[in-house]
């Protein structure tokens, strides 16, 4: 206290007692703190119960997994007509595009089934690929005019482009059709996409003008009369994926199809990635509660979830072959090393 | 863009990825130490224990960017008045013909005994080989040590009423032997009075009128004259008056208190000089007799004993010697009795002397005053304490402690730094001292290089008398005045004197400049390449303040220039303590962990970018949304570091400074090593890659969500962002050891900011939005795989260091750990004996310090004890 300074008149003490510190807990860092200590119990329970949680988890993924029944169809190669050797020109040329495939249902697969195209060696993440859309333009039909960042696709002679860009314009226009035992199978084409995309992304007062009237054509073209909040196809295509390798969805087929059945699929070999040799793969899928078939999830739970219990093992066994006695002052440095001291 | 401008699209690429791939290079790791060290600079402002109540000065970190740099210091260079002392002389003792008065200061004496009685106790080791060690030790100590028993009593009644000590300025005496005329009664009083006349009439001093007090306090020469008229008004004999030719004092002779004033007629004056070391007055009293006064360098008065003068001097030198261990410095004290006759014809020669004019007039008045101070009866011997700074043994005990080596640059004469080095444990006997020293007579003689040759000869000497020492408890201590050290500071030198100095307990320059303390500091900063902390309080430390790695300035009396060059400011030399070894530990582990972790974080993190460009065709795309990268650094993982940076303890206070070894972590420089950082680079790259590749191979290509929706960029870059704020923050929450509500607060709610911070993005409208509208609640929410995705990430991300720290602890243990862990089971309040012995052992070697000076006398008592126990041992058949 700095009322020990004798004799000092008021002033300054209260001069000195300005000066003085304010004690509190916080400014003498005494706060009150829990402070854990690595214990081995801690240790060991920290990976049983890792264990304990990862291990069901995995089971569960892995079997929701192998659940799912996923037809496969690479076709890109199989439609371009053996008379054709110059997959670019057949693919650019007017030429029937027609090619039918047949699809083998080796395990039941209960209704819904998506149906996915798979595009391989697409990079719709390039930036400048990304980058090339214009959201308000979408969204608002007072703002066709707002095509900045649509660059080379912004408009033609000066009329803008709905929608504007190159992800719309290099929309993929393959069309699939499927029919078991001749009986056509429909494709439901509906909510294949975002809600939210649907609901407030683009505009149901958004019309298609002008799209794909430049020099150069890249994919789909769009029905004019129908708002772009009804195009799910290009809602679904303008989510632009993360990766080169990409499914998207194509629509869902609400009948159940059964081991055994053939199907046969009818589609229109419309759209050219043999000029950057990508794939192209028809996909039918059940989903599960974890979505479609993907056995990493399940296999990775397992593995930390055993490399867990391994490493509980481990330091079970270590801590009674070689047991610390926590707080044990005979491991403190001066007295391990009595050379040092 | 348009393709065609090749250049301008070069140019925005690289700026594009200049960008991107700055996460791997924190540029905000430098605003995050910014903000830390400014705060933890606060708490040593805030800290109350550094907060000096006498003079109502905090501390002061008047620059914030050296608090780590606290925390691995290795050499304090301090400078000694007004920083280890207060420049203030107190009269402690004396010894008058052959009796010692005055309460025995010999703290070390009395904590040896202390400890060997304790060890006793619990069987040391070291004697325990001994048979019936116990009955013996107890005996042959009170036969050896009985007087220094009496003493240390006396040591322990007058500690209690401390305060009453310090009552005068100036005089510490405590003996009522000599108190209040109490002396009448003592054997040799005729001694007794002349050494009273001596302390009062033998002096240059001039006394002052206290108006207010009715007192005189005196104008001296030096402190030390000062002290001794103080000394002398207290005994009763009052220095009132000086006039041209007279001495005028109050006498108080009579128990009755009555006061008598004298006047002695000063005939001659014989001054002090550093050369001579001895002053003289040649008096006549009233009663017509003439005295010669002298006090003096006790080497000089011994050496001028007459033969029957000498009756004192075996005791007087004991005690001499007695209290310069202690640091006191000490004076002799004797006189002659002149005949009539045989001082005028001394005076003649003298005014002649004094008279002659020309380049011998020195010499000749010192050759004739030189007869005159022979032939000296010895009196006794005084000894006054160059009063330390509260604290400043017990300081530098734990300093030393800690590791560190403590060097004195001082302007005083080397016998004065000598003195102080003895009160602060510095030096202590039995210890080597080198000095070295250029013989002052040859200076003009010699030439320079001869001079340099001579020093370099000295420094290889005691450099190979050090080498070829055998004892490993020998101790050296560097004595090095000024003038040497000109030689020995140049580039030839340097480098020999620093060997021999780094090789010694304890280096004291004494006579140095502030240039030179300045060129010492460089040379020890760059010479061993280790932090350097100068304290200091006066303008002449400036210079190696400035020079120093830190400089701390004393806020004291003396101005303040050294404040104002220094780093950090303290109010005494004693809060340097809790400066380093708590606040400089601290920091010191502080900084290292949170740049660690920096670079782990922002390595986790930039790498994902990274790997996210291999898959883009390098276009530079982000796999995260621009807002989720700006808010990374800056409110998402920034606050945990922070609060690491700013509250983390790895022990308390009060085990730091029980533990003065834990200091040593930082010069060590135990968690800031290129082990330690490439291991948590690598975590971080670990991390990277399992979360990247983890989350890119759980959304790969198949759908996420029930409906049967595949994954965009956004739902990607959002989950891969999700796992990353997880793994980072349960990271540093591995890292940490305390726990307050700060710290709990700032990471689990980085955490929840997060998640809000995503809910309230995608609330907003599209046009803002974009990809991220309504992204949790609608896509990530509800799918399962984006929480397990989390949950793996996270947990595969730390198990790694988990292993790592629980092996460490479990195989190689560090101190804290052991001590968080004693004091986690409260063992150290079951188990007291063993906290206390474990703390007590807790410091690094050390030879310089109060307790190495205790184990000292210890060793030399126990060596006493085996040859008494030897002797008694031979005696005992006969005995028995």
Redesign the interface.
């Known amino acids: 206290?700095?009322s020990?300074?004798v004799g000092s008149n008021d002033l300054?003490t209260n001069?000195?007692?300005t000066?003085?510190?304010?004690?509190s807990k916080f400014?003498?860092?005494e706060?009150?703190?829990?402070?854990?200590?690595?214990t081995?119990q801690a240790?060991i329970s920290?990976f049983l119960i890792?264990t304990i949680?990862?291990i069901p988890?995995g089971v569960a993924?892995l079997i929701a997994s192998r659940d799912?029944v996923?037809i496969v169809d690479r076709y890109e190669a199989a439609c371009v007509p053996s008379n054709w050797t110059d997959n670019v020109a057949y693919i650019q040329s007017t030429a029937d595009k027609t090619c039918t495939r047949t699809l083998h249902v080796e395990k039941r697969m209960k209704s819904?089934i998506?149906v996915?195209y798979?595009l391989d060696n697409f990079?719709q993440?390039?930036?400048?690929?990304?980058k090339s859309r214009n959201?308000?333009q979408l969204?608002d039909a007072g703002k066709a005019n707002s095509t900045s960042g649509c660059?080379?696709e912004r408009d033609v002679n000066g009329v803008p482009i709905v929608p504007c860009g190159l992800i719309a314009w290099s929309m993929f226009n393959d069309t699939y059709s499927f029919s078991r035992n001749n009986n056509n199978v429909t494709v439901n084409k509906k909510?294949?996409?975002?809600?939210?995309d649907r609901d407030?992304?683009f505009g149901s007062d958004v019309f298609p003008k002008n799209f794909q009237n430049g020099n150069i054509t890249g994919g789909a073209h769009l029905n004019e009369s129908i708002p772009l909040s009804e195009q799910e196809d290009l809602i679904?295509w303008m989510?632009?994926?993360?990766?080169?390798?990409?499914?998207?969805?194509y629509g869902?087929i609400e009948v159940d199809l059964e081991k055994g059945d053939e199907i046969k699929v009818v589609l229109q070999n419309n759209y050219n990635t043999y000029s950057f040799s990508g794939k192209k793969k028809l996909v039918l899928?059940t989903?599960?509660?974890?979505?479609?078939?993907?056995d990493?999830?399940g296999i990775?739970?397992l593995s930390?979830g055993g490399?867990?219990f391994f490493?509980a093992m481990a330091?079970t066994i270590?801590?009674f072959v070689?047991p610390?006695q926590?707080?044990?002052?005979s491991?403190?440095?001066?007295?391990r090393n009595p050379s040092?001291? | 863009?348009?393709p065609r401008h090749l250049e301008w699209l070069g140019m925005s690429h690289l700026i594009?990825a200049l960008i991107l791939y700055g996460y791997l290079i924190p540029i905000s790791l430098y605003v995050s130490i910014e903000v830390v060290k400014v705060l933890q600079a606060t708490?040593i402002?805030?800290?109350?224990?550094m907060?000096d109540?006498?003079t109502?000065?905090?501390a002061d970190a008047r620059t914030s960017n050296l608090n780590e740099e606290l925390g691995q210091v290795d050499t304090i260079l301090s400078d000694k008045t007004g920083t280890l002392t207060c420049n203030q002389m107190d009269f402690l003792k004396c010894s008058i013909a052959g009796t010692q008065y005055g309460a025995s200061s010999s703290e070390v004496e009395l904590a040896a005994a202390k400890q060997i009685a304790s060890d006793l106790e619990d069987g040391d080791s070291d004697l325990s080989n001994f048979p019936l060690r116990h009955r013996k030790a107890q005996v042959s100590w009170e036969n050896i040590d009985k007087v220094d028993e009496i003493e240390l009593e006396t040591v322990v009644t007058s500690k209690g009423d401390e305060d009453q000590k310090h009552a005068i300025k100036g005089f510490g005496f405590e003996d009522d032997r000599l108190m209040n005329c109490n002396w009448l009664q003592e054997p040799n009083v005729d001694d007794i009075l002349l050494f009273f006349r001596i302390l009062a009439v033998c002096h240059t001093a001039i006394p002052e009128l206290n108006e207010e007090t009715g007192g005189f306090t005196y104008e001296a020469e030096s402190p030390d004259e000062g002290s001794f008229l103080v000394a002398a008004r207290e005994f009763g004999f009052e220095f009132c008056r000086r006039t041209q030719s007279s001495i005028f004092t109050r006498e108080r002779i009579s128990a009755s208190g009555q006061v008598v004033e004298r006047e002695y007629k000063l005939l001659n004056l014989l001054d002090f000089t550093s050369k001579r070391k001895r002053m003289s007055v040649i008096v006549r009293d009233e009663e017509g007799q003439i005295f010669l006064l002298c006090k003096g360098a006790d080497s000089i008065i011994f050496d001028r004993l007459s033969k029957n003068g000498k009756a004192y001097l075996e005791a007087t030198t004991k005690h001499l010697n007695d209290y310069g261990e202690t640091g006191l410095r000490t004076l002799a004290l004797s006189y002659r009795r002149l005949e009539e006759k045989e001082y005028s014809d001394w005076n003649n020669e003298f005014q002649k002397a004094k008279a002659a004019v020309g380049a011998d007039r020195e010499a000749m008045l010192e050759r004739v005053s030189d007869i005159m101070e022979k032939e000296l009866i010895l009196v006794g011997a005084t000894a006054i304490e160059d009063k330390l700074q509260k604290g400043v043994p017990q300081c530098i005990d734990k300093l030393a402690q800690a590791g560190l080596k403590i060097w004195v640059l001082t302007g005083d004469k080397m016998e004065t730094a000598i003195n102080i080095g003895f009160s602060c444990s510095l030096l202590r006997q039995g210890m080597k001292q080198i000095c070295i020293t250029t013989n002052s007579d040859s200076v003009s003689n010699d030439t320079k290089q001869a001079i340099k040759d001579n020093i370099l000869n000295q420094i290889t000497n005691a450099t190979q008398m050090i080498k070829l020492e055998k004892d490993p408890h020998a101790a050296f201590a560097l004595i090095i005045d000024g003038k040497t050290l000109t030689y020995a500071l140049e580039d030839d030198v340097k480098l020999q004197f620093l060997g021999l100095a780094v090789d010694c307990a304890s280096v004291i320059c004494c006579r140095v400049s502030p240039k030179q303390k300045a060129l010492v500091v460089r040379l020890v900063k760059q010479g061993t390449g280790k932090t350097t902390l100068a304290i200091g309080d006066g303008a002449n430390d400036v210079g190696m303040i400035q020079e120093a790695d830190i400089g701390v300035g004393i806020s004291g009396v003396e101005g303040m220039q050294a404040v104002m060059a220094s780093d950090f400011s303290i109010a005494q030399f004693r809060f340097l303590e809790r400066l380093l070894v708590v606040h400089g530990h601290w920091c010191y582990k502080r900084i290292a962990q949170m740049i660690c972790y920096f670079f782990y974080k922002n390595i986790a993190f930039g790498l994902t970018i990274f790997y996210f460009e291999a898959?883009?065709?390098f276009?530079?795309?982000s796999?995260y949304d621009d807002w989720y990268m700006i808010l990374f650094n800056v409110c998402l993982t920034s606050l945990p570091v922070i609060s690491l940076g700013v509250?983390e303890?790895d022990v308390s206070?009060e085990v730091c400074l029980q533990f003065p070894?834990l200091y040593q972590q930082g010069p060590k420089n135990l968690f800031f090593d290129w082990y330690r950082i490439l291991g948590w680079m690598a975590n971080g790259l670990y991390s990277s890659v399992v979360i990247f590749f983890?989350t890119?191979?759980?959304?790969?290509?198949?759908?996420?969500?029930?409906?049967?929706?595949?994954?965009?960029?956004?739902?990607?870059?959002t989950t891969m962002f999700t796992c990353i704020i997880w793994a980072v923050n349960c990271q540093i929450s591995l890292t940490m050891?305390?726990?307050?509500?700060?710290q709990h607060l700032f990471i689990w709610g980085s955490i929840v900011t997060w998640y809000l911070f995503l809910m309230m993005y995608g609330a907003l409208s599209?046009?803002l939005s974009?990809?991220a509208?309504?992204l949790l609640i609608?896509?990530l929410g509800p799918?399962?795989?984006y929480w397990?995705?989390t949950?793996?990430a996270t947990?595969?991300c730390i198990?790694p260091y988990?292993?790592h720290?629980?092996f460490q602890?479990?195989?190689s243990?560090?101190?804290h750990?052991?001590?968080?862990?004693?004091?986690?089971?409260k063992?150290d309040i079951e188990d007291q004996s063993?906290w206390v012995?474990?703390s007590s052992?807790?410091?690094q070697?050390t030879k310089i310090g109060f307790t190495a000076r205790v184990e000292a006398k210890i060793r030399q008592l126990k060596g006493k004890l085996h040859k008494k126990q030897s002797f008694l041992n031979i005696l005992s058949p006969v005995r028995t």
Not at chain 1, 326 to 329: C, V
């Open positions: 206290m700095a020990t300074s300054t001069r000195r007692q000066k003085r510190p304010k004690y400014t003498q860092q706060l009150p703190a829990c402070k854990p200590i690595l081995p240790v920290a890792v949680v990862f988890i993924s799912v996923e819904p998506y996915y798979q990079y993440n390039h930036r400048r690929y990304v959201d308000e969204r660059d080379p909510e294949i996409s975002w809600k939210s407030h992304k679904v989510r632009t994926a993360a990766l080169p390798t990409f499914r998207k969805l869902k899928s989903t599960s509660w974890l979505g479609g078939k993907n990493f999830l990775a739970y930390v490399l867990s490493l330091f270590v801590y070689k610390r926590l707080g044990d002052p491991y403190l440095s001066w007295n040092g001291h | 863009m348009i594009t708490f402002n805030q800290d109350i224990l907060y109540e006498e109502g000065t905090p898959y883009t065709g276009s530079g795309q796999v509250f303890q206070s070894a983890g890119v191979l759980i959304f790969y290509e198949q759908a996420f969500r029930v409906d049967g929706q595949t994954s965009d960029l956004a739902s990607l870059g050891s305390h726990f307050t509500w700060i599209p046009n974009h990809s509208y309504h609608e896509a799918a399962p795989i397990a995705t949950l793996l947990v595969a198990l988990l292993v720290i629980s602890r479990c195989f243990p560090m101190d750990h052991i001590i968080q862990e004693i004091k986690h089971y063992k063993m012995r474990e052992k807790a410091r070697e």
